[in-house]
């Protein structure tokens, strides 16, 4: 599948290597604290 232009700035890279990163150590909380987290 071809990239969008702004999928080639680094930036952008380097932002979903760090989402992906928080991603992995969120996986490690329990339950409760993930949906406190990610609830307004």
Known sequence: MA???F???R???LSEQLAD???EIVLGW???ARITV???
């Open 30 to 32: 329990n339950f409760f």
């Open 11 to 13: 930036v952008y890279q």
């Open 38 to 40: 990610g609830s307004k």
């Open 7 to 9: 999928e080639k700035l």
């Open 3 to 5: 990239r969008t232009n």
């Open 21 to 23: 990163q928080v991603w």
